[in-house]
């Protein structure tokens, strides 16, 4: 398919445009990039109620369902919070401030240096209470190192890099926002955005959103189908590409698709030359480490399971994939049985996303054993999954949706630990994301190898206690894969986004959250006010408390808390 010569027009004049406005960007203060941060902040509050209206559309979710709380928050809200944190940011550059100043920097295991990034401010502390995260560097980047690069492309921000195409994300409406603003920020490029044609419906909001930017040259938006991205990447005009979706999208724009792509790729002959960074998702485990869990432990943690493989129907690059459970602990049928009750009893919603039947019915034929969830759209179990198979096709595919496999292994403590620490990075494909499910008991026993255990986890969120998607809605956090995929393995990717610190060399994510919900955070002595959080899948009240977030977000009052905490309680 190629592209027509009208469209190719338009695309031509599009990059033209934008060399033009390159000029224009090379001359704006840090000030004035600042007010333009806030100008957009402006409008994504002014839009926000139409954004995830259509965005619910999108995925054919009733206009009174509680999902529509996902669209909230891991639409507008994250764009929310992340513009006043890189505004933060440059405030500082402005002063000629160490931008690390005020954050608590330590040291990780294995040569590490830890910036604590959550919670930054009061209201982190009351809305995500008990909620941290920590951006560790790569080994042997120094504590002195950290704070003189962090920064990026801002730190000269006359020296513009320029034209790069963003090629945007289907699945979460605030994925190409945020990676428009890493690539204007991070590394002072103009930008194309190429929408994801699920997506479409969304332009009229994205081109009110970011007005200021297409106003003065600096951000233009194009549609259209795979042929007008591939014309866009191989522009002679555009610098650097930047991708978020599948390994084989991937795959087709560094070398070309059918045979040719394969025989380029096989003689590490990229056709694409040009810088390109990528988030590609991957398959992601969940650890269930053994300990003694009360009822009310089992049932929540199976929620929290089902939430991490069921938000967004499974149509997230960070949905958990692998649950590896202890087969010798004593309450693991019970938690069995609880997560087959928790994948059944989530709300039904339809498998929105293209290509899912096609996925889900590969996953059934490939594991003839499987458990089909009654009354769910593809709603798929995989029991009993040996990770010591080097052939099983559910440790090496991508299923991208609503489709849970269950492996078991030996052992408790840090022997059933290392043991699943090992085949995660070894028979799992790719890096984006690891969860570890652990009770307070077993965490003080294991004290420090707890650390030592993350650190040899490679992904680049590692989340204990808390999904991975909390370190996505992390301004200050990183994103991405771990660092090292060649381009002719690139597993997850390469690079980040977020990083509203602007972080030169970060390795990883890793999040803490809180066991148990409120009231028996508090009973148990974790000092954590948080109730069952507005992303879980069972919430009652996620779309209430996310429009009640997303309003906070855009006008932060301490008089608009009581009414988020009331909607968070009953949820």
Not at 82 to 108: F, I, K, M, S
Not at 476 to 483: E, H, L, V, Y
């Amino acid at each position: 398919m190629t592209v027509s010569p009208t469209v190719t027009t338009r695309l031509d004049q599009m990059i033209a445009e934008l060399s033009d406005g390159e000029r224009g960007w090379a001359g704006e203060t840090l000030a004035a990039r600042r007010a333009l941060l806030m100008q957009v902040h402006a409008k994504v509050a002014e839009h926000a109620e139409e954004w995830v209206r259509i965005a619910g559309d999108i995925k054919q979710l009733p206009a009174t369902s509680p999902l529509r709380g996902e669209e909230w928050t891991s639409g507008p809200w994250a764009v929310l919070g992340y513009l006043p944190a890189l505004a933060d940011t440059l405030v500082r550059l402005e002063q000629g401030r160490d931008l690390l100043d005020g954050y608590r920097v330590g040291a990780a295991p294995g040569d590490r240096v830890a910036v604590n990034v959550l919670p930054h401010h009061v209201y982190d502390r009351l809305l995500l209470s008990g909620f941290t995260a920590e951006v560790w560097m790569e080994p042997g980047v120094t504590e002195r190192e950290t704070r003189e690069h962090a920064g990026l492309g801002l730190r000269a921000p006359e020296q513009t890099a320029g034209v790069a195409v963003v090629m945007g994300a289907g699945n979460i409406t605030s994925i190409a926002p945020l990676d428009v603003l890493y690539q204007l920020y991070a590394y002072n490029r103009v930008v194309l955005l190429k929408l994801n044609p699920v997506t479409d419906a969304l332009l009229p909001v994205f081109e009110a959103v970011f007005a200021p930017f297409i106003e003065r040259g600096y951000l233009r938006i194009a549609t259209g189908d795979a042929s007008v991205g591939d014309h866009l990447v191989t522009h002679a005009g555009v610098h650097a590409v930047h991708v978020t979706g599948s390994e084989a999208t991937h795959d087709a724009i560094v070398w070309g698709t059918g045979a040719a792509g394969v025989a380029a790729k096989a003689a590490h002959t990229p056709r694409l030359t040009k810088p390109i960074t990528s988030e590609l998702g991957g398959v992601s485990p969940t650890i269930v480490v053994p300990g003694r869990w009360s009822d009310a432990d089992i049932r929540f943690q199976a929620e929290h399971i089902a939430t991490q493989r069921l938000h967004n129907s499974g149509f997230n690059c960070i949905a958990a994939q692998i649950v590896i459970v202890g087969k010798d602990w004593p309450q693991k049928q019970q938690f069995l049985s609880a997560l087959r009750a928790a994948f059944a009893a989530a709300p039904e919603r339809p498998a929105w996303y293209p290509g899912c039947d096609l996925r889900v019915a590969g996953a059934r034929q490939a594991h003839p054993n499987h458990e089909a969830v009654d009354g769910a759209a593809g709603r798929t179990l995989l029991w009993g999954l040996d990770l010591s198979d080097a052939t099983e096709s559910a440790f090496g595919t991508e299923y991208f949706g609503p489709v849970l496999g269950v492996a078991e292994l030996p052992g408790t403590g840090l022997e059933f630990l290392n043991a699943a620490v090992h085949l995660a990075n070894e028979r799992l494909h790719g890096t984006l994301g690891a969860n570890l499910v652990i009770d307070p008991r077993t965490q003080r026993m294991l004290g420090e190898h707890l650390r030592e255990i993350i650190a040899r986890l490679r992904y680049g969120t590692v989340g204990v206690n808390a999904w991975t998607g909390v370190g996505y809605l992390t301004a200050r956090a990183t994103w991405g894969a771990f660092p090292g995929h060649p381009l002719d393995d690139i597993g997850s990717g390469r690079g980040v986004v977020h990083n509203s610190l602007l972080l030169h060399r970060p390795e990883r994510t890793v999040v803490y959250g809180p066991f148990r919900p409120l009231p028996r955070s508090v009973i148990t002595g974790q000092f954590s006010i948080t109730p069952k959080p507005p992303w879980f899948v069972t919430n009652r009240t996620a779309a209430t408390t996310g429009r009640r977030l997303t309003a906070f977000a855009a006008r932060p009052r301490w008089t608009a808390l009581p009414g988020i905490f009331a909607s968070a309680l009953r949820g």
